[in-house]
């Protein structure tokens, strides 16, 4: 069974249906990506392969590791050019930044289990910046903005095993697009696209198809994102943590159903 890389599909299997038909059926794929920062292994992710330089970029940003672009000296694959492992090279003044960071003191890997508790949310909200105010939408345009994220997937159809997350600039404008087996790395990838092609500080709204947890809205943060969307309601902690953030989190049920969490002033019902 070969991998596709560009379709994130693992292959096409037979399953034996009760009536006795015989049905071939697409599963997407997962693989293990290591990312390593200055030669040291940082963290790995299981993951569908596939954009793997803008996903280092985006954990790496979420992660507080990166503030910039220029922070690289340089990112690319391992010298046997394996697309499961990919190279972050600081500069050395970026070095001098985030020692702590690079110990893994302060941030909470997203291939952890999970919050050790109130001193990792203290510490979050002390490295996180409250996002800025000026970005409006209407609530019709969020939901357009919805269907435009699932009339972007190929993988879903095919697979039904894939997250996605598309995002927006402020003029609703699509900057970058991913899909993934998993949800942070949906993110991760694309908030990489726009942060490797400097657009990121054009960003206004992130939409996805899965439930926002508190590490999505904490990449969102770090990323300057204003407002979050998603299909199913959001954590309690992820809440409590877009509101003390200044964000607006909201999940939108049906073709007009919207709930807002927090930053309602941002949604316009004209």
Known sequence: MKTDKESGSAGSFERTETTDQIETIELIGEEPFLIRVDDKPYSVVMRTPGDELAH?????????????????????????????????????????????????????????????????????????????????????????????????QSIYPRTRGSHASILFDNDLKVLAFAEDVGRHNALDKVLGKAFLDRTLDRAGLVVMSSRISYELVQKAARAGLPMMVSKSRPTALAAKMGRNLNMTLACAFEKTKLIILCGEQRISRI
């Open 56 to 152: 280092a970029a985006g954990l790496c940003l979420g992660e507080g590791i990166l503030d910039s672009p220029d922070d690289f000296k340089t990112l690319g694959y391992d010298e046997n050019l394996d697309p499961n492992v990919v190279d972050v090279w600081l500069t050395p003044e970026r070095q001098k930044k985030i020692p702590d960071i690079l110990k893994r003191k302060t941030y909470i890997s997203q291939t952890s289990c999970g919050i050790c508790g109130k001193q990792m949310i203290r510490d979050l909200d002390q490295v996180l910046r409250p996002a800025q105010d000026g970005f409006t939408i209407r609530t019709d345009q969020i939901f357009e903005c919805v269907n435009r994220l699932f009339q972007n």
